[in-house]
């Protein structure tokens, strides 16, 4: 791991953002740069003066904004959210096993009259903790943002590691918002697809918004399918 770049230095830095994904812990410089990544089955080694190490001062950091992106979750309206329901509502959507040793948090989606309610691991939250005992932690699902910034018509995406944040609207209302977790461009192609023809949408060069980046290998591999990228453009 390479050491933080002047962008971020210990005393400019009091806030810290953090990707958390099924592969580990990574997370950037003041610029949004990547600077290190942590795997899970390494974390438990990883001691506070790791950060130090990275020109980062646990004890200076006042604020951690935790990114996170995965399949569980549940979109639902606000009128019908309550914390004595929500347990029940989880596990129907995702099934009783999926909350044991999980949290549970919330964010509001206003444009959508909306709660976003997604997990995080105990192991996870409980770590952040340990190593940053004196800052707050906030937590965020990437899918919210691009929920917030989806074009009017068609579909939206935004990938994250191995999981695509897929966002569909019709005329301005929210249609489909789901994370579909993938391990090559053939299982991403087809869902995308699958839904261009379920809700028979009009397949041309913006048909799809990508937020974010799209990594080359990937979009050259998603031409051959003629998905749409910022990389690669074609005429169905």
């Avoid at 929500?86 to 099934?95: D, H, P, S, T, V």
């Amino acid at each position: 791991m390479e050491n933080l770049n002047n962008a971020t230095s210990v005393n400019s830095l009091n806030s810290l953002h953090v990707y958390l994904h099924d592969g580990g812990l990574d997370f950037n410089d003041a610029l949004g740069v990547q600077q290190a990544h942590i795997d899970w089955n390494k974390s438990a080694k990883i001691q506070k003066d790791f950060w130090e190490k990275k020109g980062i001062l646990p004890s200076q950091v006042s604020h951690i904004h935790v990114h996170i992106c995965h399949q569980h979750f549940l979109l639902i309206p606000q009128k019908y959210d309550s914390p004595i329901y929500r347990i029940g509502f989880l596990e129907k959507a995702l099934g009783e096993d999926t909350l044991v040793g999980q949290e549970i948090q919330v964010q509001k989606i206003s444009s959508e009259a909306a709660n976003l309610l997604f997990l995080i691991p105990s192991e996870w939250k409980d770590l952040l903790s340990y190593w940053f005992p004196l800052a707050q932690i906030s937590y965020q699902h990437i899918l919210e943002k691009l929920i917030t910034q989806s074009q009017d018509n068609g579909l939206s995406i935004s990938i994250h590691q191995n999981h695509a944040c897929i966002v569909l609207r019709k005329s301005g209302i929210l249609t489909l918002a789901n994370v579909y977790p993938f391990s090559k461009a053939t299982e991403l192609a087809f869902y995308i697809h699958s839904i261009r023809d379920s809700y028979l949408i009009k397949w041309n060069s913006s048909s799809i918004h990508w937020l974010g980046e799209v990594d080359a290998n990937l979009a050259e591999e998603l031409n051959t399918f003629k998905i749409y990228t910022p990389i690669f453009s074609h005429e169905a």
